[in-house]
């Protein structure tokens, strides 16, 4: 039997039963919303709507340098909260023109929208939220989690109705443009403007304000640093917009889109000083409480110095790649701390190589022995007890009984012997058994107490390899020691923080500059120029170009585990580790002349650029004589032979009887620097 079609069903496509299923859909849905809302308005559980006083979000606290620059922030959610007022009016009619044009018309619902999407969304088959209104999209982020459900929906539609009903149009705009995510980790318009223009929202152009309204919508999509094409794109649909609703005239629009857009480049800052910043951090959380950091914006003023840090970090990172690439290593650390001698005040502080592998910070915490970056504290010991800078030390073998069946020989680490030398000669050319000859003259109880004097805490051995930097201590503690002898004798307090301050501009603390009478100032002199004779002849001498002023001291441990320098001006003292975290031979003949005073040298050349070139002021008590340095003895005046040395008043050697000894500069190779 034939089947016949009805002459009058149409044939093709049915879309006309299409059209009543999506009707009846739609129907059914809009009906079931509507019942929804209601029961959820009576029986739901909301949070409360104050007012914009209960603002609080987490906010961003800045860290300032010791030049008033901000260095970094400290955050949750990257956030400068600015008013209402202080934002131009040609940004916040970008945003509305791009994201809610009828903000000003509706009650916080656009129905129209929701209707409009609701067909969309039957017809796409999924879930659309372009009708969000500007006031959904602040109730969105200040209450409701970011989950995409039906019920989540209905919530923020009776929000958004309800804190219309509570705030002002103005109020709801300063709360939307203070909380959006605009990527680069910046939440709101200043942060944002600051991220990609380094300047604040005040500042920004026509052209610059419809850039961020282009990112509200997909800040990574249109993100300008990655996408300069989609974020142009998206720029151009902003200012179409205003223009389309009248916020802004056609030709003004595209003036504005042919604007020269000048992005600020990234920081990298935060990388280069991550463990400076980290130390404060955890500084201001232990203080002051998390809860407290992060939403007070502090102020806080430090004692970095940013053009510093920047030569610290590039010394560091650079100097052990150069060593792992020479020699294949892996995992070499290294680390630098730069302290003002004046003040305490930290200057730059580079804790490892990376920070995101590890933040242990080497600077502050690590103790490893210092080598023979510890015998300026022995001779200035001596200098205390009356030597003076030609008083002569054996250089000869010597031994002495550990216990009944052992004994110790220390030894020199190219294996010679230079006899009798001056005190000069014997530090710069590092010469392990005249120190350790000079601490048993003293005794180790007096180097200790020299050393404690100078600030070392950690704990000291009593006995005599601590001549040769046995026992371990911090490159903090050495800088603050070495500070102490540039210091003409003060020792400083070292200190990180000059000032925090809260929102408001209250001063919650403020760190005042301590420095003590620790030595006498002449032996602090007498030691700086022990030191100085180390760059110029000794171990220390391939940074000699830098400055004749300079002083410090090179320091290499037993198996060349690790490698100090320390040292610098009266205004500047630095020092650098540079070792494996677990103590490993850095391998042959790598000493701290190779290994760390490269890295002190290329730090010293840039922070000489910002510092003045200045001698070390000599006390009242010292005066200077002509003397030969190899007989200890003065020469007569007029004499063009020896060198002119300082000495304690009443210390001045008598002059010799016979001709000029041999001359001041190094007699036997360049001296050894092993522990």
């Known amino acids: 039997m034939s089947r016949y079609l009805d002459p009058g069903e149409p044939a093709g496509f049915p879309w006309r039963k299409l059209l009543l299923i999506v009707f009846v859909a739609g129907l059914c849905f809009v009906l079931g919303a509507g019942a929804g809302l209601v029961l959820l308005a009576n029986f739901g559980d909301f949070p409360p709507i104050a007012s914009v006083a209960a603002y609080r979000p987490s906010v961003t606290s800045k860290i300032f340098d010791r030049n008033n620059r901000v260095v970094g922030e400290i955050y949750l959610e990257k956030r400068n909260v600015v008013p209402f007022k202080t934002i131009p009016p040609h940004v916040v009619n970008a945003f509305v023109a791009a994201e809610d044009a009828n903000f000003y018309k509706h009650r916080g619902v656009d129905y129209f929208a929701i209707v409009r999407a609701i067909f969309k969304d039957v017809l796409s088959g999924g879930y659309s939220q372009g009708a969000s209104t500007i006031t959904q999209q602040t109730v969105k982020s200040l209450f409701l989690t970011p989950e995409k459900s039906i019920g989540r929906k209905l919530k923020e539609l009776i929000l958004a109705y309800r804190i219309e009903k509570k705030l002002t149009k103005e109020e709801i705009l300063y709360l939307y443009l203070n909380q959006i995510y605009l990527g680069d980790g910046a939440y709101g318009v200043e942060a944002a403007a600051q991220t990609y223009f380094s300047r604040g929202v005040s500042t920004l152009t026509v052209a610059e304000g419809a850039l961020l309204a282009g990112l509200a919508q997909a800040p990574s999509r249109y993100s300008p640093r990655g996408h300069i094409d989609k974020a ?6 902003v200012l ?30 935060k990388s280069k000083a991550a463990y400076f910043l980290e130390y404060v951090r955890n500084y201001l959380q232990e203080k002051y409480g998390t809860e407290a950091m992060y939403r007070n914006e502090y102020k806080i003023y430090t004692t970095i110095d940013g053009r510093l840090q920047e030569a610290a970090y590039d010394a560091v990172t650079q100097g052990v790649r150069r060593m792992e690439e020479a020699n294949r290593y892996k995992g070499l650390q290294g680390a630098l701390l730069c302290m003002d001698p004046g003040t305490g005040g930290i200057l730059a502080m580079v804790g490892g190589v990376d920070f995101a592998a590890s933040q242990f910070n080497r600077a502050l915490q690590a103790r490893r022995q210092p080598g023979s970056a510890f015998k300026p504290i022995v001779y200035a010991a001596a200098l205390d007890k009356g030597k003076t800078v030609v008083s002569t030390i054996d250089d000869s073998p010597i031994e002495f009984s550990r216990n009944e069946t052992e004994m110790w020989k220390p030894k020199n680490y190219d294996g010679t012997f230079l006899g009798p030398i001056p005190l000069l000669e014997a530090l710069a050319k590092s010469r392990n058994l005249a120190t350790v000859r000079l601490l048993n003259e003293i005794g180790v109880d007096t180097a200790i107490r020299m050393a404690r004097d100078l600030g070392i805490q950690s704990p000291i051995e009593r006995n005599l390899s601590i001549a040769l930097g046995s026992s371990g201590v911090t490159p903090l503690e050495m800088v603050t020691a070495y500070s102490t002898f540039a210091g003409g004798g003060q020792r ?9 301050q809260d ?10 500059p301590k420095v003590v009478p620790a030595i006498s100032p002449e032996t602090a002199y007498l030691t700086i120029r022990l030191m100085q004779e180390v760059l110029r002849t000794g171990t220390g001498a391939s940074a000699k170009g830098l400055s004749p002023n300079l002083a410090g001291k090179t320091g290499t441990t037993n198996e060349n585990t690790d490698a100090w320098f320390i040292g610098g001006s009266p205004d500047l003292i630095a020092g650098v580790w540079v070792g494996f975290d677990t103590p490993t031979s850095l391998g042959g003949r ?36 002509r003397v030969d340095p190899a007989t200890g003895k003065a020469l007569p005046p007029g004499s063009g032979e020896g060198m002119v040395l300082p000495f304690k008043l009443g210390t001045v050697p008598e002059a010799g009887g016979g001709p000029a000894g041999k001359p001041a500069s190094p007699r036997r190779g360049m001296g050894d620097d092993l522990l």
């Open 240 to 269: 179409r917009r205003m223009a389309e609703v009248g916020f802004l005239g056609k030709d003004a629009a595209e003036r504005a889109y042919g604007a020269r857009l000048a992005l600020a480049p990234p920081s990298t800052f």
């Open 503 to 512: 929102g408001q501009g209250n001063v919650l603390e403020r760190t005042d």
């Open 232 to 237: 142009k794109a998206r720029q151009r649909y």
């Open 590 to 625: 790598q000493t701290a002349a190779s290994v760390a005073l490269p890295i002190w040298t290329q730090f010293f050349g840039r922070a000489l650029g910002d510092v003045p070139d200045r001698e070390f002021p000599a006390p009242a008590g010292i005066t200077f004589a």
């Open 492 to 500: 400083p307090t070292p200190f990180f923080i000059r000032e925090v």
